[in-house]
């Protein structure tokens, strides 16, 4: 078997569905494409049609199969219409990728109930809703993918972690619970764990120099991230190749979490 058949056997994503939250943008953006052009059928899930429609237009020129559902996932009734819609595109989703988020960070005396809530629902919420729409139904057919997309606030407080940090400290804990139901049947849940990435979500930190060369100088490549340096991961934990890797914080921050 020569070098190119063994990784198209090892990585493909040819006949698998894909489903990201919050891929219109940023490392949502960055691994959608990584998916679709890895061979997966993605639809993205966000809330812009604009930005949905520019981010699906990019797949298609590249050949991709792709299409968008704009919905919102900071209710119930939304996370849910949202998934009904996405499964009718492609059929059932194989690879579930929760991006979508909400970076809302008042200093931890001033956070109140209304941040707490709405961080809570479309951080953790939804991805716990979309985990039991679609966990069950990959775990019947043998195969699935859950990656949870969370950060460096899930292990350390900095720069007022307040509900952002919990939330995603919680969508860890989700992904072991999600492993230990459904991994015996051949679905691994993982999560890829950022360091500072340059996306509009970290408009706040991105906007000042300063705090950019600080957060750069706590790596150990010397730079922050960028959105596209998850696709190799996420095509990975996407692939056959992780099937015995479940459970999993994956870092991908340049030495960030270890510095």
Request: hydrophobic share 45%.
């Amino acid at each position: 078997m020569n070098s190119r058949a063994y990784l198209s056997e090892l990585f493909s994503l040819d006949g698998r569905v894909a489903l990201v939250t919050g891929g219109s943008s940023g490392i949502g953006r960055a691994v959608s494409e990584a998916l679709a052009r890895a061979g997966a059928d993605v639809v993205i899930v966000a809330r812009r049609k604009a930005e949905l429609a520019a981010a699906v237009g990019a797949l298609q020129e590249h050949g991709c199969r792709a299409a968008w559902v704009s919905g919102d996932l900071s209710t119930r009734e939304g996370v849910r219409a949202a998934a009904e819609e996405a499964a009718g595109v492609f059929g059932e989703p194989d690879i579930l990728v929760n991006c979508a988020g909400v970076n809302l960070r008042p200093p931890m005396g001033e956070l109140g109930e209304d941040v707490w809530d709405r961080t809570m629902a479309v951080n953790l919420e939804a991805p716990f809703l979309l985990g039991q729409r679609f966990g069950p139904g990959m775990a019947e057919r043998g195969f699935g993918r859950i990656v949870h997309i969370t950060s460096q606030q899930a292990h350390r407080a900095l720069v007022q972690s307040g509900a952002y940090g919990v939330s995603k400290g919680a969508l860890e804990s989700l992904a072991r619970s999600q492993a230990e139901a459904w991994s015996p049947y051949g679905v691994t849940c993982n999560t890829l764990v950022p360091g500072f990435v340059m996306t509009p979500l970290n408009t706040r930190l991105s906007s000042d120099p300063r705090q950019v060369a600080a957060l750069a100088a706590r790596t150990l490549v010397g730079r922050n991230g960028l959105a596209e340096d998850f696709a190799g991961a996420a095509v990975f934990l996407a692939s056959r190749a992780s099937a015995y890797v479940t459970g999993q914080s994956v870092c991908v921050d340049g030495g960030f979490s270890v510095h």
